[in-house]
């Protein structure tokens, strides 16, 4: 990429989501987001704009943001939710419907999501279900966020028995992506999102997944020549697998490879063990042994995915809890079709498949107890 | 229609509801329940079944349809919520929630609805919601169900703040109408019923208007030889609108003739006064005295309405709440967009267009205090 496409303040690259009526673009830039207003006004008019967002983030980008929505137009009423995925429950759910009642949103009133994938997922099903669904924008300021939470349309909100039991697909009118925002992304959350982008690569794109090995320290110091580029590469993975298959009737499936276990471990943490990414980074791990196991990706497969994983910073074990935990909490994935689990193994990097498994053979590579 | 196409236990009339890849069958007969079964194994197939019914429906319905959803290969679990508007709430859409987790259903498992419109947007948006989408059926056991809630695909629950403010367009796989349901119906639901083929009528088809005005009697009679060839345009009716607006973009805010006014009426009585249907039967007059008020429709087609829905028995006064009230609950009303309503008038009988009404404008013609 050239410095000029880097630029401070100027959207570098558009991507199409292509859905039919409900496609969408996905705006990559530098610095983007006092223009967010004025792109949201495109696709959404309406007298008032409706912001959730969480305090840390709030802090740093939310003036921003609401500044250049009522630049363009908007009255704006911004709702903040606590941090934490514990957040993403119907509780707070129904307070955003509310809010929204309160406000007088209506079904011309935009939800716009300035966050993480938490933040996308409860604003996106409040969006999906206030009025039968009003019109829905991301603003992702997590790379886990950018690449794959905001694209596609996946929303919901956890129950007590398991993660994103209920929910919607419903899509989004516009995500825009300002690279700025991460450079307050901890640390650790930032590893966190590569490993979302180190599953696309693995499951889609084998040569992206060379790449990341050649770059994942620059990448880890969001250097922008070689981070817009692999962020645009992973979003463009999202869409051209969700365009193909909108409600994960096959292919869409594959998106999942390491999130089967990752949810369990996520679960059995209480959601406040393992960060998303990290906990999928491990469901990897354990897929892509099991893979090796029956006998479908060749030996070493584990092993690349392992220490690339190790060199983002992210863990390779599974956390410690009774075999017979990992168990149940496997049971209520929803992937499950009566009783069997559609668990996704590699072919090798970069070729994805499914193959039925009982909970019980997903966790024989595992080492759990 | 002939004597044969009446016969019981067949499906005498398939109508399509034309919605792409989410088309579906909408089978009209009598006394076909026994079938229904077989018919949903068709298009759901699955080792589960979840239904959801109400007290009444269930003692006298509920077992000939588990017992043909047996016989069809499911194993059958059965919820049944109180009966009346006030279960529409997300208290017990959670419960629904918890219920399909607890018996395992999976993203195969269809949530067959068998009852009335209340049991049909609750269920629907838990089949809607649920591991974000589950197969959806209809077994509607009410006039007002079966030409109308079943058809289209609006699901959703009512808060505190108004009705249906919460949901999804989510499409049923199949509805499955056996008028032998309605000989128990209570007469003043079946009236309530013949209210939504009024408004059908009304907006949409003057020849079916005048056919209604010679069968009135007849129709409250549950005569099949013109109830079925009534519930088959009325459906069809619905039918077309949707299809050539799923979304409610436009066209399809026709089918909300009588309704802005009917829900202001069903709110102040805190769903316990007038039917939906009772409601919606006054809410068409005041549309209609509107539309002649504004010189949009011809003098005396208020009368024509006000005459038909007497013969059905149907009321025809405002029920007795402050007009600060009603103008408040006109407010809330989702179809208002940036705070003017979107009100359907009619320019005589058989043709609807929505003109931009504040809440004030629209009471003016009503003789609320």
Redesign the interface.
């Known amino acids: 990429m050239s410095g000029k496409e880097t630029r401070s303040g100027r959207v570098v690259r558009t991507l199409k989501v292509d859905l039919g009526d409900r496609s969408y673009p996905v705006e990559l830039g530098v610095d983007t987001l006092a223009g967010a207003g004025k792109a949201i006004a495109r696709c959404a008019p309406?007298?008032r704009a409706f912001v959730v967002t969480v305090p840390p983030v709030s802090r740093r980008y939310s003036g921003v943001l609401q500044r250049s929505l009522r630049v363009a137009g908007y009255r704006v009423h911004r709702v903040i939710v606590p941090d934490g995925d514990a957040s993403k429950n119907?509780r707070q759910l129904?307070k955003l419907?509310?809010e929204l009642?309160r406000c007088?949103a209506?079904?011309?009133t935009p939800v716009v999501a300035l966050g993480g994938g938490m933040v996308g997922d409860l604003a996106g099903f409040a969006a999906?279900?206030?009025?039968?669904?009003v019109p829905f924008i991301q603003v992702p300021t997590t790379i886990l966020a950018m690449v794959d939470a905001s694209i596609g349309g996946?929303v919901?909100v956890n129950?007590p028995?398991?993660k994103?039991?209920?929910?919607?697909?419903y899509q989004p009118r516009l995500v825009w992506i300002d690279t700025g925002t991460l450079r307050s992304l901890p640390v650790r959350e930032r590893a966190a999102g590569f490993a979302e982008i180190i599953k696309s690569a693995a499951i889609w794109d084998a040569a992206f997944f060379e790449r990341l090995e050649r770059e994942a320290e620059r990448l880890m110091d969001l250097d922008p020549k070689v981070l817009i580029p692999t962020l645009e590469r992973a979003c463009a993975i999202k869409a051209e697998v969700v365009s193909q298959d909108e409600?994960?009737a096959g292919l869409r499936q594959l998106l999942n490879f390491g999130h089967t276990v990752g949810h369990a471990i996520e679960k059995l943490g209480r959601y406040r063990g393992l960060l998303h990414g990290e906990a999928v980074a491990v469901g990897m791990l354990i897929a892509a042994r099991k893979s090796e196991e029956l006998g479908l990706s060749p030996a070493g497969t584990a092993e690349r995915i392992r220490s690339l994983a190790l060199r983002f910073g992210l863990p390779s074990e599974l956390p410690n809890h009774p075999r017979n935990a990992y168990l149940a909490a496997l049971k209520?994935d929803?992937?499950?079709?009566?009783?069997k689990i559609r668990f996704v193994v590699l072919r090798g990097i970069g070729r994805a498949e499914t193959v039925p498994l009982t909970p019980r053979e997903v966790l024989s590579a595992s080492r759990c107890r």
Chains 1, 2 share one sequence.
Do not use: C, H, T
Not at 334 to 339: A, G, I, L, P, R
């Open positions: 309406s007298s119907p129904s419907w509310d009642i007088g209506d079904r011309s999906a279900s206030y009025l039968r669904g996946k919901a129950l028995q398991g994103n039991l209920v929910g919607a697909f409600r994960e209520v929803k992937k499950m079709s009566d009783s």
